[in-house]
């Protein structure tokens, strides 16, 4: 592993906390070239910078992930989050944080996951429903692997019948609902997946001084490491070294398909793990 100086793990935290979890291509290579290393030694090495973004109360067990494109040359950080005061299912798990920071920046290829542990059957499912899972190299602190051989006989989207993929390119068509929702909000309820329930869903967080945080439903085969569009917004949060009670929020809104609105529940729960007394505005898709 590299030895990264504080002063140089400082900068690029600062860096990829601006950015929301990325980092760009622009500076994977400067510091390949620095260093005179590969892509893989230098995802390992920055591993301790993504368990920093990690917030886990419960545990005290900070994990970081990095996800990688060998398409694009971009990474994408990932850390765990959890909520006191809520059911611990609703924990967002590193390596589903990496892949969400992947997905809501329009990536459609993984190549590489880094991990400071070995992943839990949770995240290895998780893992699962991405495009093309079988031919991501996992990157553990003591040997790199495959999922088909982390998650053998292993059930998945074809099993249901479902030919899409998370990280497929989603159908963007506009919604003929009449609905009064910012456009961004509404292209990443169009791009949310949910092939299972039929639940497209999506977050918006507006903050007053902090930009906006978006979050999008990432349904699982398995239903249980699905992650809620809330949850994906928050992580987003997370990465930008941000909390819902460190910002002043302007408003949250939920936006959902009308026939199901499963999602009102698990974003009030969530919600209620924190001090502050938020409300959110749901808008419904018919």
């Known amino acids: 592993m590299l030895t990264i100086s504080k002063?140089?793990?400082?900068?690029?935290?600062?860096?990829?906390?601006?950015?929301?979890?990325?980092?760009?291509?622009?500076?994977?290579?400067?510091?390949?070239?620095?260093?005179?290393?590969?892509?893989?030694?230098?995802?390992?090495?920055?591993?301790?910078?993504?368990?920093?973004?990690?917030?886990a109360p419960i545990s005290n067990f900070n994990v970081g992930a990095i996800a990688y494109s060998s398409v694009s040359?971009?990474?994408?950080?990932?850390?765990?989050?959890?909520?006191?005061?809520?059911?611990?299912?609703?924990?967002?798990?590193?390596e589903q944080s990496a892949i969400n920071t992947a997905w809501l920046n329009g990536?459609?290829?993984?190549?590489?996951?880094?991990?400071?542990?070995?992943?839990?059957?949770?995240?290895?499912?998780?893992?699962?429903?991405?495009?093309?899972?079988?031919?991501?190299?996992?990157?553990?602190?003591?040997?790199?692997t495959s999922l088909p051989e982390l998650l053998p006989h292993s059930f998945g989207p074809a099993d249901l019948g479902n030919e899409t993929r998370l990280l497929d390119i989603s159908d963007l068509r506009d919604s003929e609902a009449n609905i009064t929702v910012t456009p961004l909000?509404?292209?990443?309820?169009q791009a949310s997946y949910a092939p299972y329930s039929g639940n497209k869903s999506a977050v918006e967080i507006k903050t007053a001084k902090h930009g906006d945080f978006y979050g999008r439903?990432?349904?699982?085969?398995?239903?249980?490491?699905?992650?809620?569009?809330?949850?994906?917004?928050?992580?987003?949060?997370?990465?930008?070294?941000?909390?819902?009670?460190?910002?002043?929020v302007v408003e949250i809104t939920l936006v959902e398909t009308e026939q199901y609105k499963n999602q009102s529940g698990v974003a009030d729960v969530v919600l209620g793990?924190?001090?502050g007394n938020y409300e959110i505005k749901k808008a419904y898709v018919s």
């Open 217 to 248: 439903y990432a349904e699982n085969v398995a239903y249980n490491p699905s992650l809620s569009p809330l949850q994906s917004a928050l992580s987003q949060m997370a990465l930008s070294g941000l909390s819902l009670d460190e910002v002043e």
């Open 73 to 94: 040359g971009r990474a994408y950080i990932g850390s765990n989050l959890e909520f006191n005061h809520a059911a611990l299912c609703l924990v967002v798990h590193a």
């Open 7 to 55: 002063e140089l793990e400082q900068e690029l935290q600062q860096k990829i906390q601006s950015n929301g979890g990325v980092i760009p291509k622009t500076l994977l290579d400067s510091l390949m070239a620095r260093f005179d290393v590969e892509i893989k030694p230098l995802l390992q090495s920055l591993l301790p910078i993504a368990a920093k973004f990690s917030i």
């Open 107 to 144: 990536e459609t290829h993984i190549s590489h996951i880094a991990i400071t542990d070995a992943p839990c059957g949770h995240c290895r499912q998780f893992i699962n429903e991405v495009k093309l899972s079988e031919q991501i190299e996992i990157l553990l602190p003591n040997t790199n």
């Open 185 to 189: 909000l509404l292209k990443h309820y």
């Open 273 to 275: 793990s924190f001090t």
